[in-house]
C-alpha cells in the first residue's frame, strides 16, 4: 500500500465519519426536540431543542469533512488546482460554520469572547484583592 492509497482512505474515512456525524446528529436531535415538546407541551421548545442540538451537529460534520478535504488534497494531489478547490471549499465551510455558530449562540464569538473574558477578568481582580465578587450573571 503505498502513502497516497492510504491518505486516500483516511480521507475516505474522515468523510465516512462526516457523514455519520450528520445522521446520528439528526436522529439524537430529533429525539432532543421530541422529549423537550413532551416535557413541555411548547412546539416551540422542541423546535428550539432540534435546532440547537442539530446546528452543533453541522458544526462538527463540517469540521470533520473540512479535514477530509485538507487530508486529500494535500497527501494526495497537492496540485495548485486542488488547493485552490481547496482553498474555497474552506472558506465556503468555514462561513457556514460561522452562520451557524452567530444562529445558535445568537452572537458572535469575539463578542461572546470579550464578554466571557471580561467577566473572568474582573472575578480574578476582586479575588486577588480579597473581596468576593458578585455571582455571575449568566455563570
Known sequence: MTFTHAM??????????GAIVLVVGFVL?????????RKSRRSADGYLAL?????GALLLGLEVLVAADLIRTVAVAPTLDNVGVLGLIVL??????FSLEVELEGVAPWRRALANSAGSVRRAATR???SQPPPPAGD
Not at 436531535?29 to 415538546?37: L, T
Not at 435546532?51 to 446546528?55: P, Q, V
Open 8 to 17: 486516500q482512505r483516511a480521507a475516505q474515512a474522515f468523510e465516512a465519519v
Open 92 to 97: 465556503i465551510r468555514t462561513f457556514l460554520s
Open 128 to 130: 486577588a484583592a480579597g
Open 29 to 37: 436531535s430529533m429525539v432532543a426536540a421530541a422529549r423537550a415538546w
Open 51 to 55: 435546532r440547537r442540538c442539530f446546528g
